[in-house]
C-alpha cells in the first residue's frame, strides 16, 4: 500500500512537472519571438513612395498627311523609363543616379486611359516627391523633344524635294503637260510644308505633380508583432513537445524507478521492523544483534534462584490415558 501511493505521487509530480516545463518553453518561445518582431519593425528602413501623373496626347507627325488620334501606351510606359528620359531626370536631380532611378521607379497606366504614372521610392519623403516630378518632367520634355526632331526631319525632308522638284519643273516647257504634273506635285508638297510649320503640337502635361508623402512604405507594427507570435506560436509548440518528449524518455523513466525504489527502501528501513529479529523467551522481548547473536542481559538485576522443592505425595498429577 504504501509502494503504491509512493509511485502514484511521483507519478503526479512528475506530471505537472512536466506539463510548467512545457508550458513555460512554450510562452517563453512565443515571448521571445514577440519581441524580435518588435525589435525587426524598429530597424526595419523606411521608403517613402511619391506619385506624379502625367497626360499622354496624340502628337501629329505629317509626313504622310494624316494623323493619329491614339497613342499605344505600352509604347509610351517603355519610353518613360528609356536612358534618354532618365539621363534628363538625373542631370536636375542631386545623390542619385540612372541605374538607382530606374529600380526605384515603376510606371502604371491605367486601364481604358492615356496617363502615365510615374511612382517613385526613396529614403525621404521630399526626395521621393522631387524625383518623381523630375521623371515626370524629363518624359514630357523628351517627348516634346522628339516630336519637335521628327517635324524639323520631315519639314527638311519635304524642303528638298521641293527643291528638287523646282529644279524638274524650269527644265521643262513652258505649257507642256510634263511641267503642269510638276506643278501639281510641287504645289502638293509645298502646302503639306506649310501645314506641318503651322500646325502646333502638343504631347501632354504634368496634371499632378508629385506631394511628399505623409507615410512610409514600412508595415504596421501590428504586423510585425503579429508575425512573431505566429513563429513563437509554431516554433514554441515544437520546442515543448522536444522537451517533454526528452522528459518522458526511456531514461528518464529508469532514472525515476531507481529513484522510487530508494524511497520505498528507505521508508521501509525507518518505519518497518521486521519481525525475525525479536524473539520472545518467556513473556521478555528478547533482541538480536547485527550477526544475530543474543544480546545479553544485565547482570545486575538477575532475579535470585529458588530451591527446587520435590512435590508431596497426593499432589502429584494422574497421567491421563
Same mark, same amino acid.
Given at each position: 500500500?504504501?509502494?503504491?501511493?509512493?509511485?502514484?505521487?511521483?507519478?503526479? @509530480?512528475?506530471?505537472?512537472?512536466?506539463?510548467?516545463?512545457?508550458?513555460?518553453?512554450?510562452?517563453?518561445?512565443?515571448?521571445?519571438?514577440?519581441?524580435?518582431?518588435?525589435?525587426?519593425?524598429?530597424?526595419?528602413?523606411?521608403?517613402?513612395?511619391?506619385?506624379?501623373?502625367?497626360?499622354?496626347?496624340?502628337?501629329?507627325?505629317?509626313?504622310?498627311?494624316?494623323?493619329?488620334?491614339?497613342?499605344?501606351?505600352?509604347?509610351?510606359?517603355?519610353?518613360?523609363?528609356?536612358?534618354?528620359?532618365? @539621363?534628363?531626370?538625373?542631370?536636375?536631380?542631386?545623390?542619385?543616379?540612372?541605374?538607382?532611378?530606374?529600380?526605384?521607379?515603376?510606371?502604371?497606366?491605367?486601364?481604358?486611359?492615356?496617363?502615365?504614372?510615374?511612382?517613385?521610392?526613396?529614403?525621404?519623403?521630399?526626395?521621393?516627391?522631387?524625383?518623381?516630378?523630375?521623371?515626370?518632367?524629363?518624359?514630357?520634355?523628351?517627348?516634346?523633344?522628339?516630336?519637335?526632331?521628327?517635324?524639323?526631319?520631315?519639314?527638311?525632308?519635304?524642303?528638298?524635294?521641293?527643291?528638287?522638284?523646282?529644279?524638274?519643273?524650269?527644265?521643262?516647257?513652258?505649257?507642256?503637260?510634263?511641267?503642269?504634273?510638276?506643278?501639281?506635285?510641287?504645289?502638293?508638297?509645298?502646302?503639306?510644308?506649310?501645314?506641318?510649320?503651322?500646325?502646333?503640337?502638343?504631347?501632354?502635361?504634368?496634371?499632378?505633380?508629385?506631394?511628399?508623402?505623409?507615410?512610409?512604405?514600412?508595415?504596421?507594427?501590428?504586423?510585425?508583432?503579429?508575425?512573431?507570435?505566429?513563429?513563437?506560436?509554431?516554433?514554441?509548440?515544437?520546442?515543448?513537445?522536444?522537451?517533454?518528449?526528452?522528459?518522458?524518455?526511456?531514461?528518464?523513466?529508469?532514472?525515476?524507478?531507481?529513484?522510487?525504489?530508494?524511497?520505498?527502501?528507505?521508508?521501509?528501513?525507518?518505519?518497518?521492523?521486521?519481525?525475525?529479529?525479536?524473539?520472545?523467551?518467556?513473556? @521478555?522481548?528478547?533482541?538480536?544483534?547485527?550477526?544475530?547473536?543474543?544480546?545479553?542481559?544485565?547482570?545486575?538485576?538477575?532475579?535470585?534462584?529458588?530451591?527446587?522443592?520435590?512435590?508431596?505425595?497426593?499432589?502429584?498429577?494422574?497421567?491421563?490415558?
Amino acid at each position: 500500500m504504501g509502494e503504491r501511493t509512493l509511485a502514484t505521487h511521483w507519478t503526479l @509530480e512528475d506530471l505537472y512537472r512536466g506539463v510548467m516545463q512545457s508550458w513555460l518553453v512554450l510562452v517563453g518561445t512565443i515571448v521571445a519571438f514577440a519581441l524580435v518582431g518588435l525589435g525587426i519593425f524598429a530597424i526595419y528602413p523606411q521608403k517613402y513612395t511619391a506619385e506624379a501623373q502625367h497626360t499622354v496626347e496624340p502628337i501629329s507627325v505629317l509626313s504622310t498627311g494624316s494623323s493619329f488620334n491614339t497613342v499605344n501606351m505600352e509604347t509610351e510606359k517603355v519610353v518613360a523609363t528609356s536612358t534618354a528620359v532618365l @539621363e534628363r531626370a538625373v542631370e536636375n536631380l542631386d545623390d542619385t543616379s540612372i541605374e538607382a532611378l530606374r529600380a526605384n521607379t515603376v510606371v502604371e497606366v491605367p486601364r481604358n486611359s492615356q496617363v502615365l504614372m510615374f511612382q517613385v521610392t526613396a529614403n525621404t519623403p521630399k526626395l521621393a516627391a522631387e524625383r518623381a516630378n523630375a521623371l515626370a518632367a524629363a518624359y514630357g520634355e523628351q517627348r516634346t523633344d522628339n516630336a519637335r526632331a521628327v517635324v524639323e526631319k520631315t519639314t527638311a525632308e519635304l524642303g528638298t524635294s521641293i527643291t528638287q522638284l523646282q529644279t524638274v519643273l524650269d527644265s521643262q516647257p513652258v505649257g507642256s503637260s510634263e511641267r503642269a504634273a510638276t506643278q501639281l506635285q510641287l504645289q502638293a508638297l509645298l502646302d503639306q510644308q506649310a501645314r506641318i510649320t503651322a500646325t502646333p503640337f502638343y504631347s501632354g502635361m504634368l496634371v499632378t505633380p508629385a506631394d511628399p508623402p505623409q507615410q512610409s512604405n514600412r508595415p504596421s507594427v501590428l504586423v510585425f508583432v503579429a508575425a512573431g507570435l505566429f513563429l513563437g506560436i509554431l516554433v514554441g509548440a515544437i520546442a515543448a513537445l522536444i522537451v517533454s518528449r526528452v522528459r518522458n524518455g526511456p531514461g528518464s523513466s529508469y532514472k525515476r524507478s531507481l529513484l522510487e525504489e530508494e524511497t520505498d527502501d528507505d521508508a521501509i528501513d525507518d518505519d518497518v521492523i521486521d519481525d525475525e529479529d525479536i524473539f520472545y523467551v518467556e513473556g @521478555e522481548e528478547v533482541e538480536l544483534d547485527d550477526d544475530d547473536s543474543l544480546i545479553e542481559p544485565d547482570d545486575s538485576h538477575a532475579a535470585v534462584a529458588q530451591p527446587m522443592v520435590a512435590p508431596q505425595r497426593g499432589h502429584t498429577k494422574k497421567r491421563r490415558r
